[in-house]
């Protein structure tokens, strides 16, 4: 991907992310970056396996708040099974594994993310809570 478009994508989601907003009425589960500022409340709603809905709210760097903004956006309709095989396939793009390009769509702007190891974790921090989310309501 070009340098420019994954800035541009990444930038855009930071300024106008999507979905961020507090659900009172949603169970919510949070998600920090011990080394920086990055603290993610995640809220979320299940209808049987289906992510029926799923909103965030928070204050992180741009690339927490953009790859939560894109994630959110990728899981949202889809049963928990779908939700674990991107969630797989985002860590491995992170750590330099084998994975579906095709699956992930507009995630992949963070396929060279690990050039900086220190973003790493800036990344993977929304993943980390839509795990903590379904292990919550299994």
């Known amino acids: 991907m070009d340098s420019n478009l994954r800035r541009e994508i990444i930038l855009d989601n930071y300024q106008n992310p999507f979905h961020k907003q507090i659900k009172d009425d949603y169970l919510k ?3 920090n970056n011990e080394s920086c500022i990055d603290n993610i409340d995640i809220y979320f709603s299940f209808e049987g396996d289906v992510l029926k809905d799923i909103t965030f709210n ?3 760097c741009a690339i927490s708040t953009s ?3 894109i994630l959110l956006r ?3 309709g889809k049963t928990r099974k779908e939700i674990s095989d991107i969630l797989l396939n985002y860590d491995n793009m992170i750590n330099e594994k084998e994975y579906d390009k095709d699956l992930l769509k507009e995630l ?3 396929d060279e993310i690990y050039l900086q190891p220190n ?3 800036c990344a993977l921090l929304p993943a980390n809570a839509i795990r903590k989310a379904l292990e919550q309501t299994k």
């Open 29 to 31: 589960v949070n998600t």
């Open 58 to 60: 928070g204050e992180a």
């Open 67 to 69: 790859a939560t903004s």
């Open 74 to 76: 990728n899981v949202i």
């Open 108 to 110: 992949n702007v963070y």
């Open 119 to 121: 973003r790493k974790n």
